[in-house]
């Protein structure tokens, strides 16, 4: 008998009443007494079940373990998908009903001390491995409790390997050198799921080591093959309500820490603030990532982010035409592939700030636009 679709509920009323962790023995005594038929693989298989249960994401570790995988998402029940980087792919993974994925993301919420239930229904979470957790109960969602766990990379991306995979020409990969190695202040952005950070983490691998990076997150991603890099962590409200460290704090923070440069993993509210004003004060080759459909809708993108921290947009823009020089957008394809299409740079333009198209990155090499130019001349300095 199979111990995977909710046979597993037989089994632990009475190892739970042993009172510590049930051994090979205690479990094969149970399944005896449940009239299974207990064999060396039948016990294995029933061991590694209740080890996921308890420990691991459940029905979901197969689908984690499997090479390429960025994604795991879950809709209610019946409907789990993942991403190879190449789109979403439904998978035959199914829950035996909506209470299984809820006391799956409320484990999975335990394990960092969150707390998911009727009076806190979502949680956002980083667990000890890296995977970033995402969970919304069924009270709120349809077709039932949604989950969404985020793989870190098991392997650092080298421009190389963009260049490798189709991603990026090999010119484009040049020029993205030569922005990092003139210490220019520049954003990547694009839509959720990318790549943006492993975009900008092959990028911070290009600075030279003697650099000291602070990196700012609100969830830790970036993990960039740097030899001196210190990475901060934004933490949310516990139980009670408190104890909260925004990305504004930490901003402030990492500019007491001797950075050379300074890194916002992504932009998403008042921290944009802090960085510009950072950015035009001596820290140069700052960078981060901020979510935009396109590089011409970031200036918008950082002037609504701004009005969070109270800056209006004439501030915003001033600021930002000082401290930002180009934007790197990255895009997926039809087909789900991470392409990274192009740079812009940042102009002033009578009162705001505009992306300029500069080059764009094809299949055929590199096309030159209206900000070329100005994008040697940032290149050069």
Do not use: Y
């Amino acid at each position: 008998m199979s111990a995977d679709t909710g046979e597993l509920d037989l089994l632990r009323p009475r190892l739970a009443e042993l009172g510590r962790e049930p051994g090979p023995a205690d479990v094969a005594g149970e399944m005896r007494r449940l009239g299974w038929v207990v064999t060396d693989e039948s016990l294995l298989h029933t061991m590694e079940a209740l080890r996921r249960d308890a420990t691991g994401a459940g029905p979901l570790d197969p689908l984690l373990r499997l090479p390429g995988v960025t994604d795991v998402l879950v809709n209610g029940p019946e409907h789990v998908f993942i991403d190879r980087g190449q789109g979403l792919e439904r998978v035959a993974t199914r829950f035996a009903d909506d209470d299984e994925v809820r006391r799956l993301a409320s484990r999975l919420a335990a394990r960092v001390g969150r707390r998911l239930d009727d009076s806190s229904p979502f949680v956002d979470a980083r667990l000890p491995d890296g995977t970033r957790v995402h969970a919304v109960l069924g009270t709120l969602a349809d077709p039932g409790t949604c989950l969404s766990l985020r793989v870190p990379a098991g392997r650092r991306f080298s421009l190389q390997d963009w260049v490798a995979s189709g991603s990026l020409p090999a010119a484009g990969a040049e020029l993205l050198r030569q922005l990092v190695a003139c210490r220019a202040a520049f954003l990547v952005s694009g839509g959720t799921g990318s790549g943006k950070t492993t975009l900008l983490a092959s990028l911070l691998s290009l600075v030279p080591a003697h650099e000291r990076l602070l990196v700012v997150e609100d969830s830790r991603e970036l993990s960039p093959d740097h030899p001196h890099c210190v990475r901060l962590e934004g933490r949310p409200v516990n139980a009670e309500g408190a104890g909260a460290v925004s990305l504004t704090d930490l901003v402030r923070q990492a500019l007491r820490m001797r950075p050379d440069r300074v890194v916002l993993g992504e932009v998403r509210g008042a921290e944009i603030c802090d960085l510009l004003t950072a950015l035009n004060t001596g820290h140069e080759g700052g960078c981060g990532t901020v979510h935009a459909n396109s590089a011409a809708d970031v200036p918008a993108r950082l002037e609504a982010l701004a009005a969070l921290g109270g800056m209006l947009p004439d501030a915003l823009h001033s600021l930002a035409a000082a401290a930002l020089d180009a934007v790197v957008h990255i895009r997926r394809d039809g087909d789900g592939r991470r392409l990274v299409a192009g740079i812009d740079v940042l102009v002033r333009d009578g009162r705001t700030v505009r992306a300029v198209p500069a080059v764009g990155f094809g299949p055929r090499g590199l096309r030159k636009d209206e900000g070329c130019a100005a994008l040697e001349r940032l290149l050069a300095r």
